[in-house]
């Protein structure tokens, strides 16, 4: 279980996290959304030590993440593993290789048996055929699912995913959604999700939390957040509606 207890976070004079309290429970899908600069991923930015908080406590598994120094967050981001909005490949690399390149830093593997194992790792996100590719040969969607192999060489508990599906075309962001989704049901990873996808959202999110002027505004099922006639700012965020009451 993670829990964020009054999170507050400022850049100079702009206050980006203003106390932010979260629960997220082991093996759910769960979404952090808001309109850009809402502060999502400096949120979840704090849970592997990217970022320190100004104030407050960040717990996983019984550990205070922001009391941590540097030597002890290494046990931290092997339980908590994080795929970046870009894939961020190595393109003198085939896809194996990439996967298998923190097999042989971070386990010790040799070359051949890193290989192995990251040919298997791309066969849990449907990419084992892709093996000997190049990055560059790849669109954007394949590229995703290969970062999300290399993150899942470690074994984590929980994968951070920052807008995992910016920039895809249609067809590509749903495969990676359906990944997503099967790394909960079938592995029991936990997946924390910042996205502005509405359409990711109602279809694979177990849990939503929506972040605005840096406070929690809602948290809830989607369909809690589509059935929310009551607040204005969430009815216009979940419907993309131009006109309301949102300041962006």
């Known amino acids: 279980m993670i829990e964020f207890k009054e999170i507050r976070k400022a850049f100079g004079p702009k206050v980006v996290l203003d106390g932010v309290d979260l ?44 009391k941590l120094d540097e030597a002890q967050l290494y046990r931290i981001r092997k339980v908590c593993a994080m795929v970046f909005q ?39 996100v449907h990419m084992a055929e892709f093996s000997e590719r190049f990055p560059a040969e790849l669109g954007d969607g394949m590229r995703k699912r290969v970062a999300i192999a290399r993150a899942l060489t470690v074994d984590p508990r929980y994968v951070l995913f920052d807008e995992p599906t910016t920039s895809l075309d249609p067809v590509s962001a749903r495969r990676v959604d359906k990944l997503i989704r099967e790394l909960s049901d079938k592995l029991g990873v936990t997946s924390i999700v910042v996205s502005h996808d509405l359409t990711s959202i109602f279809s694979i999110a177990d849990r939503v939390a929506f972040l605005y002027k840096g406070r929690l505004r809602k948290v809830g099922t989607p369909k809690e957040f589509l059935d929310d006639q009551e607040d204005r700012i969430v009815h216009q965020f979940i419907r993309g509606a131009a006109d309301g009451p949102m300041e962006v």
């Open 23 to 66: 629960t997220i429970r082991d093996g759910e899908v769960f979404f952090i959304i808001g309109s850009s600069g809402a502060g999502k991923s400096v949120l979840i930015k704090h849970l592997i030590g990217l970022l320190k908080p100004d104030s407050g406590e960040i717990w996983l598994d019984g550990d205070d993440v922001s």
């Open 86 to 124: 870009h894939a961020t490949l190595f393109d003198s690399m085939t896809c194996a290789e990439n996967v298998a390149l923190p097999l042989r830093k971070h386990r010790g593997l040799s070359p051949k048996d890193a290989l192995h194992e990251a040919k298997r790792r791309l066969e849990q």
